[in-house]
């Protein structure tokens, strides 16, 4: 039953993954909401400057990679590609304007009213849109984050030459040379678009490996693959500085630990090291809300925040900042608000890394059992004895699965293959379930798939898998 002492029952600010769904759960679940965005189009940065834009250009430079790389060549097919950027680059647009326009349909099917403009809090029960005070008896605050700033390299997305994501996705012309600024997932993805339309392509990584907080497995066979795929690597080094004069950016980079300076001459420069939360010009204090050391607003299991009527989910809140995570808090967070109860498993999160071969990952690295004290036992499985892959002739890669060495309970998948970011999802469920290696291992998998890898994997954790 609505409260009419309040404009809505429920405010969402930020109309992100997170926010958009909640708010569309909660209307669904018969509460009058509200969800404030001060873009023009929803969907948030996954939508618009992230998640999306960025596969759009991962697929059609990938076509574009296996007409001109020898894929094609190896199936006897003769071509050579032209590229029209500019088109790709529409397609790219196309396709994110469909998926923003379809989030409006959906808030005007579930009767969710769009306040457009920053929100800001009166109180716990108010925020300001626009110099309108709206109030709600529940507030979600779903802001998503940005892009972390380095310092010494200033980011100007209108210049065209030191970028950011949202930069790197509306690049003009191809790079002759793109520097990389941060090997995880984003650096890597948009590193790759380039890297195939023709950039050279340097990823400077302060660690000694790629892909923090992967498995170790992962993370070697990745560095190998990408360096395969021309991409220099500068691994344990850092850039100091950046100056840009005309069309050239000249960077001073160094080893992580300081010393051996040297300069590099780049076409273009992406800083991707990393996204902060988003709660800057949001009036917290006047909720009575603070953040935490990393700038997040701690939450508890529900997703209630220390002001018990105000809750928070997605990348504002702890966590992986992953929009599937965000989507599931969203869901969660609509059902606590009306009464019922949101669960969102935080050990069961898929991770993927859209490059060709993809990369994902859910539960826990080989590393991370080691440091807890568990007993694992391990199976891996080699793409190249997959007989799809092979057929495919797309063999790089392997399926590991770790599993507790006492109850065979799986706790961890990691996947590097051409379908890894679909292959993962049977993993998701089966730990969701709470599947022994056993399970998967004596589930029959269709003749021949890539899927048929984790079946293996799963029987190689026992020491019998049959194809290798």
Known sequence: MADHS??????????????????????????????????????????????????????????????????????????????DLGRMMAEKTKAVSEL???????????????????????????????????????????????VTPLPGVTVDNAGKRIVDSTGALDLDEVPSH???????????????????????????????????????????????????????????HKVTGASVAGKTVTLTIEKSAGGDAQTIEASHVLVSIGRRPNTDGLALDKAGLATNARGQIEIDHDFRTSVPNIWGIGDVAPGPMLAHKAEDEGIAVAENIAGLTGIVNHDVIPNVV???????????????????????????????????????????????????????????VWIIASLAGTMIAEACVAMEFGATSEDIAYTCHAHPTHAEALKEAAMAVTGKPIHM
């Not at 050279?200 to 990745?222: C, S, Y």
């Open 100 to 146: 923003t326009g379809g989030i409006e349909f959906l808030f005007k099917k579930n009767k969710v009213t769009w306040l457009k403009g920053h929100a800001a809090f009166e109180d716990a029960h108010t925020v300001n849109v626009g110099g309108e005070k709206v109030t709600a008896k529940d507030i979600v605050i779903a802001t998503g984050s940005s």
């Open 178 to 236: 793109l520097v990389v600024i941060g090997g995880g997932v984003i650096g890597l993805e948009l590193g790759s678009v380039w890297r195939r339309l023709g950039a050279k392509v340097t990823v400077v990584e302060f660690l000694d490996q790629v892909l923090p907080g992967m498995d170790g497995d992962v993370r070697k066979e990745a560095g190998k693959i990408f360096k395969k795929q021309g991409m220099d690597m500068m691994l344990g």
């Open 6 to 83: 309040y404009d809505y029952d429920v405010i969402v600010i930020g109309a992100g993954p997170g926010g958009y769904v909640a708010a569309i759960r909660a209307a669904q679940l018969g509460l009058k909401t509200a969800c404030v965005e001060s873009r023009a189009t929803l969907g948030g940065t996954c939508l618009n400057v992230g998640c999306i834009p960025s596969k759009a250009l991962l697929h059609g430079s990938e076509l574009f990679a296996e007409a001109s790389n020898g894929h094609f060549a190896t199936w006897g097919i003769t071509a050579t590609p032209t590229l």
């Open 354 to 412: 859209y490059t060709a071969p993809e990369i994902a990952g859910v539960g826990i690295t080989e590393e991370q059992a080691k440091e807890r004290g568990l007993a694992v036992k391990v199976g891996k499985f080699p793409m190249m004895a997959n007989s799809r892959a092979k057929a495919n002739r797309d063999t790089e890669g392997f399926v590991k699965v770790i599993a507790d060495a006492e109850t065979d309970r799986m706790l961890g």
